[in-house]
Nanobody, 130 residues
Framework: QPQLVESGGGLVQLGGSLRLSCTIS????????VGWFRQAPGKEREGVSC????????YLRDSVKGRFTISKDTAKNTVYLQMNDLRHEDTAVYYC???????????????????????WGQGTQVTVSS
């Protein structure tokens, strides 16, 4: 059974940085795309950034462009979300998720926009304070 485990969340000051990690087991990044999603209190879950399998491209939502970066280390079976210049509106539970989607930017973007995925982690809290 594929599993995803997030880590790296916590309390950070406004303008600070955090790096989230999503370590996967039971499958490889050559076969699955992975995305980061977040849900703030009282709001719907939204896609933050997704990365395709193999070299299938990356997608970032507009509100995090220039501040967040998604990357992966296939040897460690881990996907990272580097978050810089954090804002109050970034406060949320962050989840990583994996899905077998076609190897295309359109599919990666759709994964983030729609938010559907086969496997999900338990989430990690990110709180940005003043």
């Amino acid at each position: 059974q594929p599993q995803l485990v997030e880590s790296g969340g916590g309390l950070v000051q406004l303008g600070g940085s955090l790096r989230l990690s999503c370590t996967i087991s039971g499958f490889t990044l050559d076969d699955y795309a992975v995305g980061w999603f977040r849900q703030a209190p009282g709001k719907e879950r939204e896609g933050v950034s997704c990365i395709g399998k193999s070299d299938g491209g990356t997608y970032l939502r507009d509100s995090v462009k220039g501040r967040f970066t998604i990357s992966k280390d296939t040897a460690k079976n881990t996907v990272y979300l580097q978050m810089n210049d954090l804002r109050h509106e970034d406060t949320a539970v962050y989840y990583c998720a994996a899905d077998q989607i076609p190897k295309s930017f359109a599919a990666v973007r759709a994964m983030c926009d729609v938010g559907g995925a086969d496997y999900w982690g338990q989430g990690t809290q990110v709180t940005v304070s003043s």
